[in-house]
């Protein structure tokens, strides 16, 4: 039974990281995505917000589960007994941090090895932030998160503009 995490913020979840979602559940058992929970940035979506439009855009795959957490990676990759970290890398920017993250949880907890998919050439250069900046100007998000929850995004902003 190969279970794996994949962790972040999801402030909010983008077709990059549901691709990531797609193609890494496929290669495991189990694919829990680990939804960050920790106090210290300030998201624009609530945890239970994040949490919610997670199970929303993943319902037709079921080995993929949402949970959040607080805390250390390897402290929740110990709770749920996963062995993979799964992480994407878009450009090269994202390599020197990434590698810093994947090596230092190696040394906390050296049963979890984290395994990098590249992003696919679409999603390349997006981020949640990009995605925040275009909404908060009312520009089209919809090349770049699922439809179903452009609208929830949108109304983060309403009223604001
Ligand atoms: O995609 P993101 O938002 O950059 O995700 C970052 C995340 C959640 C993977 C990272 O911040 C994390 O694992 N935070 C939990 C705290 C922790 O374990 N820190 C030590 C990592 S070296």
Sequence with gaps: MIRAIYPGSFDPVTLGHLDIIRRASQKVDELIVGVLNNGG??????????????????????????????????????QTEATIVVRGLRAISDFEYELQMAQTNSILNSEVDTMFLTASNDYSYLSSTTVKEIASFGGNIE??????ICSRIYEKYSGKR
Excluded at 45 to 68: A, H, P
């Design 143 to 148: 090349k770049f998160v699922p439809k179903e």
């Design 41 to 78: 940035k300030t998201p624009l979506f609530s945890i239970d917000e994040r949490v919610s439009m997670l199970k929303e855009v993943t319902g037709g795959l079921s080995n993929v589960k949402i949970l959040s957490f607080s805390g250390l990676l390897v402290d929740f990759a110990r």
